[in-house]
Antibody, heavy 119, light 108 residues
Framework: QVQLVQSGAEVKKPGASVKVSCKAS????????MHWVRQAPGQGLEWMGW????????NYAQKFQGWVTMTRDASISTAYLELSSLKSDDTAVYYC????????????WGQGTLVTVSS | EIVLTQSPGTLSLSPGERATLSCRAS???????LAWYQQKCGQAPRLLIY???SRATGIPDRFSGSGSGTDFTLTISRLEPEDFAVYYC?????????FGQGTKVEIK
């Protein structure tokens, strides 16, 4: 079955960077887009951007441009989200989620990775 | 950016009752590119509806979506105990893709 499995929880200090992984299985990795969505504690969902695993092309929400980088390694069907210059309000659960190329509803989702930023 | 406003914020109902959730967009959502998700505590969201009215694979037919333009509705015909959760709408007609703030359906 189609599955997205994310890396484990991280604790980082302010100003540090973190890289979260999302390993896909059960489908052709390069045939679908991968999105990242974050959810701060007790809050709603916020779309961060997508990567086209086939070409490596990306599209970031304006809020995340310049400090978020999405990459992929198609040889191991894994997408990555790197966050730099972390601040305390970046503490959140980060989800990866798959979409079709032109129809960006999200299904399925990874289980989420909690990133805690604390001094 | 399209802003989605969900109402009510919380819906208190009993099992077996009908739930009607609203999602209103600040501008028209092209081609009815609107999805609904269910999120239970501590879990990732799950896709329920896409294209405003198409049920995702494996979703029971008590869940239905309707609407177009700026007004969309998710209806749960008869609430089951496992349906008490938070529900989000999301538009994917215009980048950036945006979510509503969520409606919590709680047991009365």
């Amino acid at each position: 079955q189609v599955q997205l499995v994310q890396s484990g929880a991280e604790v980082k200090k302010p100003g540090a960077s973190v890289k979260v992984s999302c390993k896909a299985s059960g489908y052709t990795f390069t045939g679908y887009y991968m999105h990242w969505v974050r959810q701060a504690p007790g809050q709603g969902l916020e779309w961060m951007g997508w990567i086209n695993p086939n070409s490596g092309g990306t599209n970031y929400a304006q809020k995340f441009q310049g400090w978020v980088t999405m990459t992929r390694d198609a040889s191991i069907s894994t997408a990555y989200l790197e966050l730099s210059s972390l601040k305390s309000d970046d503490t959140a659960v980060y989800y990866c989620a798959r979409s079709r190329q032109w129809l960006h509803w999200f299904d399925p989702w990874g289980q989420g990775t909690l990133v805690t930023v604390s001094s | 950016e399209i802003v989605l406003t969900q109402s009510p914020g919380t819906l208190s109902l009993s099992p077996g009752e009908r739930a009607t959730l609203s999602c209103r967009a600040s501008q028209s959502v092209s081609s009815s590119y609107l999805a609904w998700y269910q999120q239970k505590c501590g879990q990732a969201p799950r896709l329920l509806i896409y294209g405003a009215s198409s049920r995702a694979t494996g979703i029971p037919d008590r869940f239905s979506g309707s609407g177009s333009g700026t007004d969309f509705t998710l209806t749960i015909s008869r609430l089951e105990p496992e349906d008490f959760a938070v529900y989000y709408c999301q538009q994917y007609g215009s980048s950036p893709w945006t979510f509503g703030q969520g409606t919590k359906v709680e047991i009365k």
